[in-house]
């Protein structure tokens, strides 16, 4: 329960933000439930998804005006390559993050 009414507390803050107003807010609801069900038993397709719901301009990488919620808090560290973008092997280190 608390997982979801930290979900829409997340989807209800990021509506109001500038730099979500064109992100299509399905997606953001659905990538914020996604996220808030991961776990250490998660999968790659989990991840694969959240990827596909969270790249709101298609362009295959995530930005930090992209992420949401813990791939936000966490933007840093899985930006092991440091070009200020994720891709879908380093969201993938988000698994790890949840052991």
């Known amino acids: 329960m608390k997982k979801v009414i930290l979900s829409l507390a997340v989807v209800a803050s990021l509506t109001s933000c500038n730099?979500?107003?064109?992100?299509?807010?399905?997606?953001?609801?659905?990538a914020a439930t996604l996220l808030s069900s991961l776990s250490s038993n998660s999968?790659?397709?989990?991840i694969s998804s959240l990827?596909?719901?969270?790249?709101a301009n298609k362009d295959e990488a995530i930005s930090?005006?992209?992420?949401?919620?813990?791939?936000?808090?966490?933007?840093?560290?899985?930006?092991?390559?440091?070009?200020?973008s994720l891709d879908l092997s380093e969201l993938t280190g988000l698994l790890?993050?949840?052991?």
């Open 19 to 30: 730099s979500v107003k064109n992100m299509d807010t399905s997606s953001i609801t659905s």
């Open 43 to 46: 999968t790659v397709q989990q």
């Open 51 to 55: 990827f596909t719901l969270l790249d």
């Open 64 to 84: 930090s005006t992209e992420a949401i919620g813990s791939v936000s808090e966490n933007f840093s560290t899985l930006d092991v390559d440091n070009d200020s």
């Open 96 to 99: 790890a993050l949840l052991k």
